[in-house]
Nanobody
């Protein structure tokens, strides 16, 4: 079983930037498409960005042009660079194997996530 640890969330003003990090406990993660999900209060968890093992990416329309997903397979890590943040980006962000945006990977147990709050 792969364990996932997300970090980097914070309180940021609208228009600000953040970089989230996700560390996976096992090298098997580098073989899988990975994704960043978010869950806002009262809403379902959604996949917002995904990246294949070789670096091809896909994004939800709501974040396209503002979020960039990347990975470092040597470190079993995935990152999410977020710019031009909006209040509607406020959510708990999680990483996991990508399921959605055209990907069908089985997901592992969820980590604790990292809180992103966009507010003035």
């Amino acid at each position: 079983q792969v364990q996932l640890v997300e970090s980097g969330g914070d309180l940021v003003q609208p228009g600000g930037s953040l970089r989230l990090s996700c560390a996976a406990s096992a090298s098997v993660a580098r073989l899988h498409p990975m994704g960043w999900y978010r869950q806002a209060p009262g809403k379902e968890r959604e996949l917002v960005a995904a990246i294949t093992s070789i670096g091809n990416t896909k994004y939800a329309d709501s974040v396209k042009g503002r979020f960039t997903i990347s990975r470092d397979n040597a470190k079993n890590s995935v990152y999410l660079q977020m710019i031009s943040l909006k209040p509607e980006d406020t959510a708990v962000y999680y990483c996991n194997a990508a399921h959605g945006l055209g990907f069908l990977s089985d997901r592992w147990t969820w980590g604790q996530g990292t809180q992103v709050t966009v507010s003035s």
